[in-house]
């Protein structure tokens, strides 16, 4: 790092970072044992992505780190310890050389619960997402411990998302390239056989979201629901989170729960709730759905068993012409339709970071 400039200010004096301009970089450090004073600052600077802000010295409860977030921060430290605020700002200046740059959508696809067919979803939806595009798109499957996508694709990869994560701090193209499972169009860093050994931190998984969105115009991110941290990191950086749910009770209303923790992170805008499994004798209309989960119902799926059957035994995607197949093209079909429009603007929102302090904190665990 080199600084061209230390600014000492106290909150009366904070107005001068308005006046920093578009082309600089400004990484500001907020001292939060005066809350009342930190946070009109943090809200007056939020949006402006020349200026990243750190929140230190913050006691970390739920209803604090929620107002955090909304004004803007996405690095908190209860101490304002010298090993810390070094690796935060190192995060930080990352975000800050990386601001203005055009990165990838980011679709997040989650299960209400397991067996709710996230995964069959998530893995059919983004390969014909790869035969609408001119260029790959990458999917990822988070669930290192039960994943199941190199198995749907029959992945000729040798190495899997363990690996990826293992060698994070030195992905470079020829390393990703060894890494990844090629299926037509279709990128895949797929998940090995179960692998209950390892632990892995959020910042690990950061790291390679962040490659992943500068290589791919469209990542799909199949996640295990748990609502582990680094899930938490993925759907806040998402453009879209799909919840998939059955029309039982007992995945509509673990649904409703999570609607619920999506509203504490205010995320509701970015979800839509796919329905897997529709039938023609389900004891819930669309509308007791959206009652029970408290969120408007998107797509409706159909009952697809032997199609996904057939699919997996030649491991490849769905056939788009049978029932299941026409209505995960529609999903496939927003998800191109969303970088469209993105791609027609000058500039995109550069992608914002939340820490794991905070999604911790808003989680309540």
């Keep these: 790092m080199r600084f061209e400039a230390v600014w000492d200010l106290n909150y009366h004096d904070a107005a001068r970072l308005q006046g920093v301009k578009s082309e600089e970089k400004c990484l500001n450090i907020v001292d939060f044992r005066s809350q009342g004073m930190a946070l009109p600052l943090l809200r007056l600077l939020s949006g402006r992505a020349q200026i990243t802000s750190i929140a230190v010295s913050c006691e970390g409860s739920k209803e604090e780190l929620l107002l955090l977030m ?61 035969r609408l595009s001119e260029e790959p798109t990458l999917l990822l499957d988070f669930d290192i411990r039960l994943g199941v996508t190199t198995f749907l694709l029959k992945g000729s990869g040798t190495h899997t998302m363990v690996n990826a994560l293992e060698m ?90 999570k609607a619920q923790w999506f509203g504490d992170l205010q995320l509701t805008d970015k979800v839509s709730v796919v329905v897997n499994c529709v039938g023609g004798r389900n004891a819930f209309s669309v509308e007791d759905m959206e009652r029970i989960i408290q969120l408007p119902v998107r797509y409706l799926l ?12 030649r491991g490849g995607i769905l056939d788009s012409g049978c029932a299941l197949g026409k209505q995960i093209a529609a999903i496939a079909g927003d998800m191109m339709s969303a970088k469209a429009s993105a791609k027609a603007s000058p500039m995109r929102r550069f992608v914002e970071y939340f820490s794991v302090n905070t999604v911790r904190g808003a989680r309540g665990a």
């Design 70 to 130: 909304q004004a803007g921060v996405r690095d908190v430290l209860p101490q304002f310890t010298s090993r810390e605020l070094l690796q935060a700002a190192n995060r930080a200046m990352v975000m800050l050389g990386s601001a203005g740059e055009i990165l990838g959508d980011l679709f997040a696809f989650v299960p209400a619960k397991p067996g709710c067919g996230a995964t069959t979803v998530a893995t059919n939806a983004a390969g014909m997402a790869s």
């Design 168 to 257: 994070v701090d030195r992905l470079d193209r020829d390393v990703w390239m060894s890494l990844i499972s090629q299926i037509g169009n279709l990128h895949l860093l797929g998940s090995g056989a179960g692998d209950f050994g390892h632990v892995f931190l959020a910042e690990q998984f950061r790291k390679l979201l962040d490659y992943a969105v500068r290589q791919y115009a469209v990542v799909a991110v199949d996640l295990p629901g748990s609502m582990e941290d680094y899930e938490c990191e993925v759907m806040l950086r998402a453009k879209r989170i799909l919840m998939v749910c059955t029309p039982d009770i007992g995945a509509l209303h673990v649904a409703r729960r």
């Design 302 to 313: 159909p009952s697809g068993a032997k199609d996904v059957a057939r699919a997996v035994h």
